[in-house]
């Protein structure tokens, strides 16, 4: 079944810049997608536009079976919960623990305690961080932090996992690590969408590629390369 659809969806920012030009798409559940393109192509807003970060000017934004734009400011929160959200710049509490930045995201829905704590260190191994709960962001390695980011993106089950450049600040070996998890992830029935410019990464994977530039999707294939140089 369709997760996310997108039916010729423009968006033009306040500034007249047009970030997508007429996106038609179709991801369906458990799909693995990169989205690649040069710098400026659309990739963030297009994104974006999956979590209603962004509102298309123009076009219709379909998750799960609910066009966005008939959502109310109050039903925002509830899709948001279907969706897990990672950065490149991981976006943590930055004085908060581990633990208590992954329980935060479960917290505001008023779960009981214990079942927080088992969830909280459940998905903290599940990236591998049960040992670093108590720690603070800046005693982990960029690397471990994304990994926080990723847990606490994950801890209420989200339907999709979203990524912007997840990899982005990080060295090629732990770019690889992080991208595993992310098989994982998927591989448990989670939608992942990731841009990303990780040319390795995307030809080696062998996965969906979504090729953006000048605000369109200019190639679309199921097993696919990244298609531009590094
Ligand atoms: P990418 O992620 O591929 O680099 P973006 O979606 O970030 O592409 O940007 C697409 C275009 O829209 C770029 O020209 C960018 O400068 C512009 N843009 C992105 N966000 C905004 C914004 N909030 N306001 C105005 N222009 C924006
Ligand atoms: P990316 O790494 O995806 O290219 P940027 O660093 O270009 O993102 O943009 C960072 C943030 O600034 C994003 O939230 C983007 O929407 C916003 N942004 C990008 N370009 C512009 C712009 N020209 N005017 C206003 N905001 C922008």
Do not use: C
Request: hydrophobic share 40%.
């Amino acid at each position: 079944t369709s997760m996310i659809k997108m039916k010729k969806v423009f968006k033009v920012y306040k500034n007249g810049v047009t970030a997508l030009n007429g996106v038609d798409v179709n991801i369906e559940q458990g799909d693995f997608v990169y989205v690649v393109g040069p710098s400026g192509a659309g990739k963030t807003s297009f994104v974006k536009m999956m979590y209603r970060e962004e509102v298309p000017s123009k076009g219709e934004v379909y998750i799960n079976g609910v066009e966005l734009g008939t959502l109310k400011k109050k039903d925002v929160p509830f899709l948001r919960r279907d969706i897990g959200v990672i950065f490149q710049d991981f976006k943590l509490l930055q004085r908060k623990s581990v633990y208590e930045n992954v329980a935060f995201a479960l917290e505001v829905i008023e779960e009981n305690p214990k079942k927080i704590r088992r969830r909280v260190m459940n998905v903290l191994d599940q990236v591998g961080l049960k040992h670093k709960a108590r720690f603070i962001p800046a005693q982990l390695s960029g690397g471990e932090q994304q990994r926080v980011a990723i847990a606490r993106a994950i801890v209420n089950n989200p339907k999709v996992v979203i990524a912007d450049e997840p990899t982005g600040n990080l060295d090629p070996e732990t770019s690889w690590g992080i991208m595993r998890t992310f098989e994982d992830i998927n591989s448990s029935g989670t939608t992942v969408i990731m841009a990303t410019h990780s040319k390795d990464i995307v030809d080696k994977m062998k996965k969906r590629v979504i090729a953006m530039e000048n605000g369109q999707i200019v190639r679309d294939e199921q097993q696919g390369e990244y298609g531009y140089e590094a």
